[in-house]
């Protein structure tokens, strides 16, 4: 046998437990290869993610602050307004300010209409989504 390939990629032809445990555990220790292109579309990205942070969590905080005047609103979710219950702990660890929001409506009967007539706002059920 091979004792020092890992348990797991004992299966199959044991010819090919070495190439196996190479493949896996290189992509695990060094990730995968980009092409250039996508390299390249990376860094571009890269330079501009503090900029397009900062706007795009004042653009939520704006956002925020109206929902919440809003009389159709009951409640509004986002760290960087006075009113969130973790403000202070935003304030300290989201330099950048946060872009997630979320709202209440007072009426929950109103949440389709509503939700049908949002033109920019991404429409999600969870932050992967």
């Known amino acids: 046998g091979y004792p020092n390939i890992f348990a797991a990629y004992r299966k199959g032809d044991a010819k090919g437990w070495g ?4 493949r896996k555990k290189g992509l695990r220790d060094m990730g995968g290869t980009l092409s250039s292109h996508a390299a390249h579309q990376l860094a571009l990205g890269a330079e501009t993610l503090s900029l397009r942070m ?4 004042a653009t939520a905080l704006a956002l925020a602050q109206r929902l919440e005047a809003h009389p159709a609103v009951s409640r509004v ?13 935003a304030r300290k660890h989201l330099k950048a300010g946060s872009w997630l929001l979320s709202f209440e409506l007072r009426n ?20 992967a989504d």
């Open 19 to 22: 190439l196996q445990q190479l």
């Open 54 to 57: 900062d706007r795009t969590s």
């Open 77 to 89: 979710l986002y760290p960087m307004l006075p009113s969130h219950p973790q403000h202070a702990f």
């Open 108 to 127: 929950p009967d109103q949440c389709l209409a509503v939700c049908n007539r949002l033109q920019l706002p991404i429409k999600a059920t969870g932050l």
